[in-house]
């Protein structure tokens, strides 16, 4: 029998810094306070909902994930974070208009009290987003200390014993890693000569990382996804995952892709579209943003098809994403998937997909499962690149040299055999010889 990993216990309270409090923020957070109050369940939720099956199945032992690790309770959990606007969860709960005004009356008193420390912020980044908000400082590294000194305050303010950080900001344009990400040293300096290379996610994740703090991002931007962060994560044993969360098409994707290929089915041509109402809707609208949520949607099936072991099949594959800014459906995203396929001596077949999904309904969830993850992380010592949470994300972060695992049903085993590990279960491999013998 494997030997289990020492584990601290979920003692006191667990701080989620959040940084955005924008649409996946404050449903996240007005979840939480309403699954504590009893008057909705989490669904969508695995540490809440989810079993894990021990041992053989003759045994018959399938607790709850949160019943074989130590989980942080969601009345332990503590929500703070920044905005460039100045609005409270509840005013910003009401203008993402994802969560019905009824249940927002119900957990009003709570949002109302989580008030947006100003930002880092610098509309370089994002460039259809400007709001009065926002930190001044004499360069990068002055702005990180302050984030630092926001974290300490809210720790000390609330007694937390530990704490998580989930950039759910805004997109920002597309980056690629260059000479200032390369090492700490390099990033350092960089932050003290303020270049432009250093977004302002980077210095959140950066001030989170200095403190040991877990952090995940959450949207697809270059952020503790260079070797600089990545460095400074393993020093100050900080556990990291991202990025970019899985939800809508992207879910769906990685749901049927894996089974065209399980199949040997060929795919010719993949087009997804679809149309989006809500502000992050119209931060994709700008073309350099819409570039880095492209990168992360594209490359998925590229991935799970393997053209390269399987050129008949998919080496001619044309894959085009779309979104599209519309204003009249709000957070109720609708997408469109034609897939054409082809089957048995070449013969083509068409398959159409059209989900009327809520975005940040499929996103809530997997925010309070990721912070829960990495703190449970955290206190098994386990720090760097957190891969078992691949399952969260479209562009899951991974070593080097070594290709991202995009198959939801790989990921959940991962994920799952991962929590096994940690008790000293016996990893789950499906071969089921012995039933047999
Ligand atoms: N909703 C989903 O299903 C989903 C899925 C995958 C990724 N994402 C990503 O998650 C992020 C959040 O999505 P959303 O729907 O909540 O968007 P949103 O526009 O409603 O919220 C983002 C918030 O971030 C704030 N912000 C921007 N830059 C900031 C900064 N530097 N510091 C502090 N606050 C900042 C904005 O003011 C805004 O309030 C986006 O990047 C989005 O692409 C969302």
Known sequence: MPTPIDIAPAHGKLGVLLVGLGAVSTTTIAGVLAIRKGLSKPIGSLTQMGTVRLGKRTEGRSPKINDVVPLSSLDDLVFGGWDIFND????????????????????????????PWPAVFDQRYVKRLDGPNVKKGKNKRDLAEQVMEDIRRFKDENKLDRLVMVW???????????????????????????????????????????????????APNLTADIPALVELAAHTKSPLA?????????????IIAPGLKARLLGVAGWYSTNI???????????????????????SVLDYILQPQLYPDLYQDLCHVVRINYYPPRGDNKEGWDNIDLVGWLGYPMQLKINFLCRDSILAAPIVLDVALFLDLAKRANMHGIQEWLSFYFKSPVHAPGLYPEHDLFIQLMKLKNTLRYLKGEELITHLGREYYD
Request: proline share 5%.
């Open 88 to 115: 409270d969860c509840y005013t910003a709960a009401k203008t993402a208009g994802v969560l019905e005004p009824a249940l927002l009356e119900k957990v009003r008193p709570e949002l109302e009290k989580i008030r």
């Open 168 to 218: 759910c900001g805004s997109t920002e344009v597309f980056m690629t890693e260059s000479e200032a990400h390369s090492s700490m040293k390099n990033f350092e300096r960089a932050l003290e000569e303020n270049d432009p290379a250093i977004p302002s996610s980077m210095v959140y994740a950066y001030a989170a990382i200095r403190m040991g703090i877990p952090y995940a991002n959450a």
């Open 242 to 254: 991202g990025k970019d969360l899985k939800t809508g098409q992207t879910l769906i994707k990685t």
């Open 276 to 298: 989006l109402g809500n502000r992050d809707g119209e931060v994709l609208d700008d073309p350099e943003s819409f570039k880095t949520k492209e990168e992360s949607k594209k």
